[in-house]
């Protein structure tokens, strides 16, 4: 399905057809490409594939397909949680906090190899390389309060008005101090079922604003998720004698991610519920499916290097 | 350190978030030059990057954690 949607993306977008034939025949893994390569339209694109495909009718309605398949599956592993009004954020936090899924950085910390590091690095960078920029189409969809917190986080992940800061960036620098491409989305064809999926999970609850309360609740999961392991990394690669500016990157997050958790749980989420109450359960929605997709990326890499995760 | 109430944030069991501060002065009269927007400031006190916030309260029995 991916290649013959390519294919029809670059000569006449016009021509793809809705129906990607019986669920129980289409592989998952194609699936997911094939979203992915639909979501790409709506970020920078594809040289060979005109502009004007992002809002063909033919291509939004295979993404919608596509999207309303993926939600589905989300709803379905999302046991629901209880929300209280009056302790939001402290609930919020304590019930990300609780997570217990397997850790990458823990391995990459004590045991694993450069070779391995690299794999995760190339695994990552179809997120990192634009990092934050899902949460952006969240931005025009808030009210007031959460969206100056937004904005505030966004400002600071975006370098603070200075290009050489922005994550997305540093994260490019990192790549090439460690002899790899940092043209977007090189190493997609190495990535399994997970990246993709994870990519397509913050794509879609970024653009489709009935979701912003699920897009809040992942970024706070992710956040929340990111200086502790952040800090494990750096020991790690300090272990291994990588590259300074890769090393760099993660302690930056150490810091910056130990501002931007509380802003994301305080600032944007507790004051979107409290805005848009029928949002709030859909913010720990949000926030469970970004654990449950690190949990499963965590499980794919660590059971590639035949580590029991 | 400015401190004007809407600039400051504690955060129950977390770090203190400060916003808009040129510098931060820590408990022993130590000038800190802030070079962001938002800050957090430890206040478990078993941070590995005194006087910021590096998360460690995050793995610190709850007893152990500012209130």
């Known amino acids: 399905m991916s290649e013959r949607v390519l294919t029809t993306l670059r000569s006449d977008p016009g021509r793809l057809t809705t129906d990607p034939g019986d669920p129980q025949d289409v592989d998952e893994v194609d699936a997911a490409l094939t979203l992915w390569v639909l979501h790409e339209l709506s970020y920078r694109g594809f040289e060979d594939v005109s502009p004007d495909a992002e809002w063909e009718p033919a291509v939004l309605a295979l993404r919608r397909h596509l999207q309303r398949d993926l939600e589905a599956r989300l709803r379905a592993r999302w046991p629901g949680h209880e929300v209280s009004r009056e302790t939001f954020a402290d609930d919020l936090m304590a019930f990300i906090e609780s997570d217990d899924g397997p850790s990458v950085a823990s391995y990459v ?21 634009r990092e934050s920029d899902p949460s952006t189409w969240t931005l025009p969809r808030l009210t007031t309060a959460p969206k100056a917190a937004l904005a505030e986080l966004q400002y600071d992940e975006y370098g603070s008005g ?22 977007y989305a090189d190493y997609l064809d190495e990535c399994p079922l997970e990246v993709l999926e994870m990519n397509n999970v913050m794509t879609l609850f970024g653009l489709d604003g009935r979701l912003r309360g699920a897009s809040m609740g992942h970024l706070a999961a992710f956040e929340v998720t ?3 392991p952040s800090g494990r990394l750096v020991k790690g690669l300090q272990r291994l ?9 993660y302690a930056e997050h150490v810091v910056a991610d130990s501002v931007h958790d509380q802003i994301a749980v305080r600032l944007i989420c507790a004051a979107l519920a409290a805005d848009e109450p029928d949002q709030a359960e859909d913010i720990f929605f949000g926030a469970f499916t970004c654990l449950d997709q690190e949990a499963r990326f965590a499980r794919a890499i660590l059971g590639r290097w035949g580590v029991a995760a | 350190m400015t401190t004007l109430p809407e600039r ?12 808009g501060c040129q ?19 430890c206040r478990c006190g078993f941070s590995g990057r005194l ?13 152990k954690r500012p209130d």
């Open chain 1, 109 to 129: 910390h004590s045991h694993a190899s450069a070779d391995q590091v690299l794999e995760l690095v190339r695994w990552r960078s179809i997120y990192h390389l």
């Open chain 1, 162 to 183: 200075r290009p050489d800061r922005l994550h997305a960036h540093l994260f490019a620098r990192a790549m090439e101090a460690l002899g790899l491409s940092t043209r």
């Open chain 1, 226 to 228: 990111s200086s502790v």
């Open chain 1, 241 to 249: 004698g990588m590259a300074e500016e890769i090393i760099d990157y």
């Open chain 2, 8 to 19: 400051v944030l504690v955060c129950p069991g977390g770090p203190l978030l400060l916003r």
């Open chain 2, 23 to 41: 510098t931060y002065t820590d408990g022993e009269g130590v000038e800190h030059a802030v070079d962001r927007t938002v800050v957090a400031v």
């Open chain 2, 51 to 63: 006087p910021w916030c590096d998360s460690t309260h995050k793995r610190l029995p709850p007893d």
